[in-house]
């Protein structure tokens, strides 16, 4: 061992799977890997346990767009017992990889990769040890020696060379169990297990709010098929003002699966590292956003399609945005879900991509890595601009969710309102919470719900937040914030009452982004603006402000490359 880079693994969900994976791959023998994970369970994390999912919880991808592991889906799904197969309606002759899997199902998939991973390391000789029951309780980093101290439990520590946290996702409770009826997320979705009554508030109408759309609808009411098979919603006799009322900031509902041209969004991105390095040599570091909106997404039309490419191939990235919101906002929400779901059938069935949207998908995941190298100007238009309609259009809704969402508007027992962006919350002693928005027409409003469910998804945290007070304490780890190219952008800002604005007292303005400030490598960087070795960071809550998107799988696959590159460089 003492002739070993001890290496651990934080973390054995999704992200800790991948890490794995090219570790095992890099076939290194002067490595030796702990892999600590709070659960019994490798592989699933939050998304694809019961932490995260019930039966009724389906996955928004399919086998052909995972990155590839030891096995295809394909290949696993014959191995499965009949009887697994059967709890979730699967018949392995009639599966194929452009199928969505129920999302526990999917789980044991991943944990059963883990499992051939540790055989392959085991025959190769690879060094590799897995602590079950462990949570990561503190970090503490010590330069001097080259170490990092990792405590588990509140108790126990362990020294390594270097640590590559993993953690996960993380919901912070504030209300819940405190305030009754009050849940800061649907996950665990067991506690949304529930019998009522009464009206429901869900916070959001993205993928989680589905996730808690599907559990509370399959206990006050029952779904069937009509005559023409078409799928309906009957509510309960002892629920019967049961309903659930979804809270948007800007009304609508995200975008459905389709078929994807280039499964993977990883390769559809045309800008190169090459390009930005130019583009940041010449413009004071800063990587423009405009040339990713140009080279990442606009340019792909051009001979792929000509006619798309006409139309938009002089607009800004605002007048852009406006036009699709624009035809977005322009109909009911439900109605254009519906147009949706028959242009999404129609992609599937022909096998043809609905191109923009694919698009969009690609210049999200391109933009994630270099966002860090937008100026504070640029970030700020990326969030108020862009990013509104990337989270609806590539939300990518499985069908039969939109089945279910669109039976259960019609039994009227759905709704969507638009809140806009001065809406609040607030809990109630007694239980549940008044929602209070501003409506289009300027009138404001205050409702009652006994019940109310936060389902925003996964929020970006902040530096505060971040739960390694040994890597606080010691400035290890330093807030992330952006610099604005024109100071005088900074000065506005704070006269406008942005409190995410602050100066080194300089003469320089920057942004406060959430989480923490990494490198292209995932390593930390310190106060000194220096780069830590021993220390990576792959767990997407702490790392929002420089990588603004959030790409499941392809994400892990993308993050876990570059560390990698990074660690055998170091050996």
């Known amino acids: 061992m003492k002739n070993k880079k001890r290496i651990a693994i934080l973390g054995g969900g999704p992200s800790g799977l991948f890490m794995f994976k090219r570790l095992v791959n890099a076939n290194r023998h002067d490595i030796a890997i702990a892999i600590f994970e709070k659960k019994k369970q490798l592989g699933a994390g939050m998304p694809y346990s019961a932490d995260g999912a019930?039966?009724?919880?389906?996955?928004?991808?399919?086998?052909?767009?995972?990155?590839?592991?030891?096995?295809?889906?394909?290949?696993?799904i014959k191995t499965v017992p009949k009887d697994t197969l059967d709890k979730f309606h699967?018949?392995?002759?009639?599966?194929?990889?452009?199928?969505?899997?129920?999302?526990?199902l999917f789980g044991q998939y991943l944990t059963a990769q883990f499992g051939l991973l540790q055989q392959q390391a085991k025959n190769n000789g690879i060094d590799f040890e897995v602590h079950y029951d462990s949570i990561v309780t503190d970090i503490n980093d010590y330069p001097e020696q080259g170490i990092v101290t990792v405590e588990i439990n509140n108790n126990s520590k362990f020294e390594y060379d270097q640590v590559i946290i993993c953690t996960g996702h993380n919901w912070p409770i504030k209300n819940e169990g405190v305030v009754p009826r009050f849940y800061d997320s649907p996950y665990p979705p067991v506690k949304l297990a529930l019998k009522v009554n009464h009206p429901v508030a869900i916070k959001g109408s993205s993928l989680t709010a589905i996730d808690a759309i599907r559990t509370l609808s399959r206990h006050n009411g029952a779904y069937d098929k009509d005559d023409k098979g078409k799928l309906t919603y009957r509510i309960a006799a002892d629920s019967s003002r049961f309903k659930m009322v979804m809270h948007s900031r800007n009304g609508l509902l995200p975008a459905i699966r389709f078929h994807l041209e280039d499964s993977h969004l990883a390769t559809g991105a045309s800008l190169t590292p090459e390009d930005i390095q130019q583009n940041r040599?010449?413009?004071?570091?800063?990587?423009?956003?405009?040339?990713?909106f140009e080279k990442d997404f606009k340019i792909a039309f051009r001979d792929k399609r000509p006619e798309f490419y006409e139309r938009i191939k002089d607009m800004s990235m605002e007048d852009f945005v406006e036009d699709m919101?624009?035809?977005?906002?322009?109909?009911?929400?439900?109605?254009?879900?519906?147009?949706?779901?028959?242009?999404?059938?129609?992609?599937?069935?022909?096998?043809?991509?609905?191109?923009?949207?694919?698009?969009?998908?690609?210049?999200?995941?391109?933009m994630n890595y270099p966002a860090k190298y937008f100026s504070?100007?640029?970030?700020?238009?990326?969030?108020?601009?862009?990013?509104?309609?990337?989270?609806?259009?590539?939300?990518?809704?499985?069908?039969?969710?939109?089945?279910?969402?669109?039976?259960?508007?019609?039994?009227?027992?759905?709704?969507?309102?638009?809140?806009?962006?001065?809406?609040?919350?607030?809990?109630?002693?007694?239980?549940?919470?008044?929602?209070?928005?501003?409506?289009?027409?300027?009138?404001?409003?205050?409702?009652e719900y006994k019940t109310f469910v936060d389902c925003v998804g996964q929020p970006h945290l902040s530096y505060d937040e971040f739960p390694y007070k040994g890597l606080q304490n010691k400035r290890t780890v330093t807030p992330a914030r952006l610099r604005f190219k024109n100071a005088n952008e900074g000065i506005k800002a704070i006269d406008e009452g942005n409190k995410a604005v602050e100066t080194d007292g300089k003469g320089n303005y920057y942004l406060k982004v959430s989480g923490i400030t990494i490198n292209d490598n995932f390593q930390a960087v310190d106060d000194y603006g220096a780069l830590n070795e021993r220390i990576y960071i792959m767990a997407v809550p702490y790392i929002g402000g420089y990588n603004p998107d959030y790409s499941g799988l392809d994400f892990c696959e993308e993050a876990s490359g570059n560390i990698i590159a990074s660690i055998v460089d170091n050996l």
């Open 54 to 76: 019930n039966d009724e919880h389906i996955t928004n991808v399919s086998g052909n767009e995972i990155p590839d592991l030891v096995t295809s889906i394909n290949d696993w």
């Open 90 to 104: 699967i018949d392995p002759l009639k599966f194929n990889e452009y199928k969505v899997l129920p999302r526990l």
């Open 376 to 447: 504070a100007e640029d970030m700020m238009r990326l969030q108020k601009v862009l990013m509104p309609l990337i989270s609806v259009v590539i939300a990518y809704v499985p069908q039969s969710s939109v089945e279910e969402m669109l039976a259960l508007h019609k039994a009227g027992v759905l709704e969507i309102i638009t809140v806009g962006e001065d809406s609040y919350v607030e809990p109630l002693k007694q239980g549940g919470a008044i929602y209070h928005y501003t409506s289009y027409d300027n009138k404001k409003h205050a409702y």
């Open 325 to 366: 919101m624009a035809l977005r906002e322009s109909i009911d929400p439900f109605e254009l879900f519906e147009i949706e779901y028959a242009e999404a059938e129609k992609s599937i069935e022909r096998r043809e991509s609905v191109y923009w949207k694919e698009m969009l998908g690609v210049l999200s995941f391109a």
């Open 281 to 292: 040599a010449g413009n004071d570091g800063f990587l423009s956003l405009d040339l990713v």
